[in-house]
């Protein structure tokens, strides 16, 4: 039996989405007007939203059924919150039975949402860490817990901001989210197609041709995005075709666009929201977290021109002059737009402001001058729903995932068994700290797949950031360490995200196209590991500039090194062991060892272009 469809859906998400829109303006324009009633309304909101999508996609009475009853119980639940908010705020309120009820209902709803927005896994993870908390008393052996009371749970994750509306909901809902606007702005402004544009003719000429621009165009625009899907999807459908009819593999094309596409959420100076909350939860400046992640950026990308390139080497492709591309004035002047609503962002946060009133400023740049460019865009009915239902869904999505992060963190807290993992991995490691970087590598890579970029740094960086911290490394490499796992997860086999929704467009298999984005992105799985043992690659983090070079040049060398590995020239196979070893010698050994193997890496890749020009 199904639900018959009613206009009222539409209508309901616009209406709710708008509401969504006006507070995140407000909040970053005039600040927080009150936290409970932020956190808290956004969450419903949020919620709801979330729920209406889900009526829209599965109209059968089951599903109509489990939805009334998940909107319940999270009505239920704020409404209880915001009867006691005062009390809250002030530390003194007391749980009554009801409470205890209603909260409870109100963090199953957060665990359906989360199912709904996102899928299966963050929803499994936030459902068994509350069974945990509920039942953690009978599990066996290290992850035993003192027992906790339901009320003392309750307390934790639902009446107080320590859980579900603690921190990371704080951040999202009074930082992060008017970036989600801008986002949706320049899509409506359709400024994300002229990067893609700009990026094609930029690197027409290369012989690599559009794979290159992708790469440029992704980089680009994911450092807004907050989600590397939303990346692919974005700008892959105009991407990968072109990439194909270059000559290059389905598979290929759609590893380009995941990987270019994932590595946007490390790029300064938006980092998909990420740069705010490692800020907020690091206590390190925001500009300092941008510098620090700036160079590992270039980085992973200059690996990525490099591997394509490489593989570009051995394909009959076609096109090579590079696209024919004519520019008018006003495509020109809309990139413009972006660059100058990108520097406004940035010059207000080194003034000082807010990230939130920062965030403004570059929306407010982007609106008046993109709709002085385009004043017909200001008429268009469609695109200006489009946009509104956007904002509000991203928002919605991020804002539900971050409550589902609020249970993890509140048990994990209250049972101090993050604190004994990071132990256990010490204990396994045995103090080494490349096994211990190995472990955690690892294991960030299989608590990020699934996930999106935000959640997946939260819980990551709670469970396994103490034991990087145990030996002696710093808390922005740590936190920067588990970031870059967390978002290569997007890539990685088996739960590979953004290759999966890239596949699908290109028209090949997932499961190999993952492979093949991981195999284009094995630079970035390395970088992580060199700025540990490079620490000066890092900028703004203490080093001199003398050591920072250093660093960078070694780990520049390794990461070309490496590239060129993934894709050796036929028969020049053995060259890629010997590129290895040499990676590994410029990064992991002392200085004297590196200078030596950044000889030995100049000199073979000056052998290798030789070579190449004579078998021209």
Same mark, same amino acid.
């Given at each position: 039996?199904?639900?018959?469809?009613? &206009?009222?859906? *539409?209508?309901?998400?616009?209406?709710?989405?708008?509401?969504?829109?006006?507070?995140?303006?407000?909040?970053?324009?005039?600040?927080?007007?009150?936290?409970?009633?932020?956190?808290?309304?956004?969450?419903? @909101?949020?919620?709801?939203?979330?729920?209406?999508?889900?009526?829209?996609?599965?109209?059968?009475?089951?599903?109509?059924?489990?939805?009334?009853?998940?909107?319940?119980?999270?009505?239920?639940?704020?409404?209880?919150?915001?009867?006691?908010?005062?009390?809250?705020?002030?530390?003194?309120?007391?749980?009554?039975?009801?409470?205890?009820?209603?909260?409870?209902?109100?963090?199953?709803?957060?665990?359906?949402?989360? /199912?709904?927005?996102?899928?299966? %896994?963050?929803?499994?993870?936030?459902?068994?860490?509350?069974?945990?908390?509920?039942?953690?008393?009978?599990?066996?052996?290290?992850?035993?817990?003192?027992?906790?009371?339901?009320?003392?749970?309750? #307390?934790?994750?639902?009446?107080?901001?320590?859980?579900?509306?603690?921190?990371?909901?704080?951040?999202?809902?009074?930082?992060?989210?008017?970036?989600?606007?801008?986002? +949706?702005?320049?899509?409506?402004?359709?400024?994300?197609?002229?990067?893609?544009?700009?990026?094609?003719?930029?690197?027409? /000429?290369?012989?690599?041709?559009?794979?290159?621009?992708?790469?440029?165009?992704?980089?680009?625009? =994911?450092?807004?995005?907050?989600?590397?899907?939303?990346?692919?999807?974005?700008?892959?459908?105009?991407?990968?075709?072109?990439?194909?009819?270059?000559?290059?593999?389905?598979?290929?094309?759609?590893?380009?666009?995941?990987?270019?596409?994932?590595?946007?959420?490390?790029?300064?100076?938006?980092?998909?929201?990420?740069?705010?909350?490692?800020?907020?939860?690091?206590?390190?400046?925001?500009?300092?977290?941008?510098?620090?992640?700036?160079?590992?950026?270039?980085?992973?990308?200059?690996?990525?021109? %490099?591997?394509?390139?490489?593989? @570009?080497?051995?394909?009959?492709?076609?096109? &090579?002059?590079?696209?024919?591309?004519?520019?008018?004035?006003?495509?020109?002047?809309?990139?413009?737009?972006?660059?100058?609503?990108?520097?406004?962002?940035?010059?207000?946060?080194?003034?000082?402001?807010?990230?939130?009133?920062? =965030?403004?400023?570059?929306?407010?740049?982007?609106?008046?001058?993109?709709?002085?460019?385009?004043?017909?865009?200001?008429?268009?009915?469609?695109?200006?729903?489009?946009?509104?239902?956007?904002?509000?869904?991203?928002?919605?999505?991020?804002?539900?995932?971050?409550?589902?992060?609020?249970?993890?963190?509140?048990?994990?807290?209250?049972?101090?068994?993050?604190?004994?993992? +990071?132990?256990?991995?010490?204990?396994?490691?045995?103090?080494?700290?490349?096994?211990?970087?190995?472990?955690?590598?690892?294991?960030?890579?299989?608590?990020?797949?699934?996930?999106?970029?935000?959640?997946?740094?939260?819980?990551?960086?709670?469970?396994?950031?103490?034991?990087?911290?145990?030996?002696?490394?710093?808390?922005?490499? #740590?936190?920067?360490?588990?970031?870059?796992?967390?978002?290569?997860?997007?890539?990685?086999? *088996?739960?590979?995200?953004?290759?999966?929704?890239?596949?699908?467009?290109?028209?090949?298999? *997932?499961?190999?196209?993952?492979?093949?984005?991981?195999?284009?992105?094995?630079?970035?799985?390395?970088?992580?590991?060199?700025?540990?043992?490079? *620490?000066?690659?890092?900028?703004?983090?203490?080093?001199?500039?003398?050591?920072?070079?250093?660093?960078?040049?070694?780990?520049?060398?390794?990461?070309?090194?490496?590239?060129?590995?993934?894709?050796?020239?036929?028969?020049?196979?053995?060259?890629?062991?010997?590129?290895?070893?040499?990676?590994?010698?410029?990064?992991?050994?002392?200085?004297?060892?590196?200078?030596?193997?950044?000889?030995?890496?100049?000199?073979?890749?000056? %052998?290798?272009?030789?070579?190449?020009?004579?078998?021209?």
């Amino acid at each position: 039996m199904t639900v018959k469809p009613s &206009n009222s859906i *539409p209508i309901a998400t616009t209406l709710l989405s708008g509401a969504m829109l006006s507070v995140i303006v407000y909040v970053a324009l005039f600040g927080v007007f009150s936290d409970s009633y932020l956190r808290v309304g956004m969450l419903m @909101a949020g919620g709801l939203l979330i729920l209406l999508a889900s009526a829209k996609t599965d109209r059968s009475l089951a599903n109509a059924l489990a939805l009334g009853l998940t909107g319940c119980g999270l009505l239920a639940g704020g409404y209880q919150y915001f009867k006691a908010a005062e009390e809250i705020e002030t530390g003194l309120y007391f749980l009554g039975t009801m409470d205890i009820w209603l909260g409870m209902a109100g963090l199953l709803a957060v665990v359906e949402m989360t /199912r709904r927005a996102v899928g299966l %896994v963050m929803a499994c993870v936030a459902g068994v860490v509350l069974m945990y908390g509920l039942f953690g008393h009978v599990a066996p052996g290290f992850l035993r817990h003192a027992g906790i009371s339901v009320d003392e749970l309750m #307390t934790v994750l639902w009446f107080s901001f320590d859980g579900v509306f603690g921190r990371p909901m704080a951040t999202v809902v009074s930082t992060v989210l008017i970036f989600i606007v801008f986002g +949706a702005l320049l899509e409506l402004l359709t400024i994300d197609k002229v990067l893609v544009r700009l990026a094609m003719a930029a690197t027409g /000429r290369l012989r690599s041709g559009p794979a290159a621009a992708a790469t440029v165009a992704s980089g680009l625009f =994911g450092t807004i995005s907050g989600s590397a899907v939303a990346n692919v999807v974005g700008t892959g459908v105009i991407t990968i075709p072109l990439i194909k009819k270059h000559g290059f593999s389905a598979r290929f094309a759609a590893a380009v666009e995941a990987a270019a596409s994932s590595g946007g959420q490390i790029t300064p100076p938006i980092m998909g929201a990420v740069a705010f909350i490692m800020a907020d939860v690091t206590n390190v400046p925001y500009l300092t977290i941008c510098a620090a992640a700036a160079m590992p950026a270039l980085l992973y990308y200059s690996g990525l021109f %490099v591997a394509i390139s490489s593989a @570009a080497r051995g394909m009959s492709l076609t096109g &090579n002059d590079g696209p024919k591309i004519a520019f008018s004035t006003r495509e020109l002047a809309q990139a413009a737009v972006f660059a100058i609503a990108l520097a406004g962002i940035v010059v207000m946060m080194v003034g000082g402001a807010s990230p939130a009133y920062a =965030g403004f400023v570059g929306v407010a740049l982007a609106a008046v001058l993109g709709f002085a460019l385009r004043p017909e865009l200001l008429f268009e009915r469609a695109g200006w729903l489009k946009f509104i239902r956007s904002t509000g869904q991203i928002s919605a999505q991020l804002v539900v995932i971050v409550g589902a992060v609020g249970i993890v963190i509140g048990v994990l807290n209250l049972t101090g068994v993050g604190l004994r993992f +990071a132990s256990l991995l010490s204990t396994l490691a045995d103090q080494q700290l490349i096994l211990s970087l190995a472990l955690m590598a690892v294991a960030c890579l299989l608590l990020g797949m699934g996930m999106p970029t935000v959640p997946a740094y939260l819980i990551i960086v709670l469970v396994m950031g103490p034991s990087l911290q145990k030996l002696g490394v710093s808390i922005v490499h #740590t936190h920067m360490f588990v970031l870059y796992f967390g978002v290569l997860s997007a890539i990685t086999p *088996p739960v590979a995200l953004a290759a999966f929704a890239a596949a699908p467009i290109a028209g090949s298999k *997932p499961m190999m196209t993952a492979l093949e984005a991981s195999r284009l992105a094995l630079p970035g799985f390395v970088i992580p590991f060199a700025f540990i043992y490079q *620490p000066a690659l890092l900028l703004g983090t203490g080093y001199g500039v003398g050591e920072s070079l250093q660093s960078i040049l070694f780990v520049l060398l390794a990461t070309i090194l490496i590239s060129r590995a993934c894709y050796p020239r036929r028969g020049k196979g053995y060259m890629a062991p010997i590129g290895l070893g040499l990676a590994v010698a410029l990064i992991f050994f002392g200085p004297t060892v590196s200078w030596l193997a950044a000889v030995a890496a100049v000199v073979l890749m000056y %052998v290798d272009r030789l070579d190449l020009k004579n078998a021209q």
